[in-house]
């Protein structure tokens, strides 16, 4: 049978916003005991009082007054790049596009330091490419209708521990520093463990070291 310690301890393990909240003492055991006792009762198929979670939360306390291990990963993290003057294109979904991007990719990868990041939604297509390149995609592009464009971007592109990718809540440190120090971005982009955060030029500075004091 399962006990009410080991249902709030997987409750617990599993949000690093819990975690993060009990480990900084910004909400008390009551509070979030009120916050996941319907999981709790849930999991265990009974009513459950307040109390009993909150004395279980009392009893596993010490456990999250360590850094979440997302951001015990973090300082593994030795290799982030930036990237400037990057543009970011945006089209609707087309047929011809993706035919289009073949050819964008084919003609762009043998050219040093080329920048190019494709992502495709429901309704529209993201491109964001190295200034230099873009008259050429633009040529390519021409009969496609452009959504917007926005210039003088930069990428700050980091390379995650392979450990990472089980991890919940990875990027969440990383998105938390960067908006407590009301930084804002562009977009955000991943593949396995390269994660890419897109800023405009007159933020990266400031984004750039927040990222040094997070992971050094």
């Known amino acids: 049978m399962r006990t009410i310690s080991h249902v709030v301890e997987e409750i617990i393990q599993r949000s690093p916003f819990l975690a993060e909240a009990m480990a900084e003492g910004v909400a008390n055991n009551a509070q979030i005991a009120r916050k996941i006792k319907p999981e709790v009762e849930k999991r265990i198929y009974e009513k459950v009082s307040d109390a009993a979670i909150a004395m279980a939360l009392h009893r596993m306390g010490k456990k999250f007054r360590r850094a979440p291990y997302s951001e015990k990963l973090l300082k593994q993290m030795n290799d982030i790049t930036v990237r400037s003057n990057l543009v970011e294109l945006v089209y609707p979904n087309s047929i011809e596009l993706s035919s289009l991007l073949k050819v964008i990719s084919e003609s762009t990868k043998h050219r040093k330091d080329t920048f190019v990041n494709f992502s495709r939604g429901l309704h529209e297509a993201l491109l964001i490419i190295d200034a230099e390149s873009e008259k050429e995609v633009a040529s390519l ?3 496609e209708k452009s959504i917007r ?3 003088d971007l930069s990428a700050l592109t980091m390379r ?3 450990s990472s990718l089980t991890v919940p809540g990875m990027y ?3 998105l938390k520093a960067i908006a ?4 804002s971005f562009v977009e955000v982009m991943s593949v396995r463990t390269e994660f890419s955060i897109i800023f405009k030029d007159e ?3 400031r984004a750039f070291s927040v990222l040094k004091r997070i992971t050094s």
Request: hydrophobic residues 25%; proline residues 11%; charged residues 40%.
């Open 141 to 143: 592009l021409k009969k």
């Open 149 to 151: 464009r926005q210039g």
């Open 160 to 162: 995650m521990p392979e």
């Open 172 to 174: 969440y440190p990383i």
């Open 180 to 183: 407590e120090e009301g930084i």
């Open 203 to 205: 933020d990266i500075d």
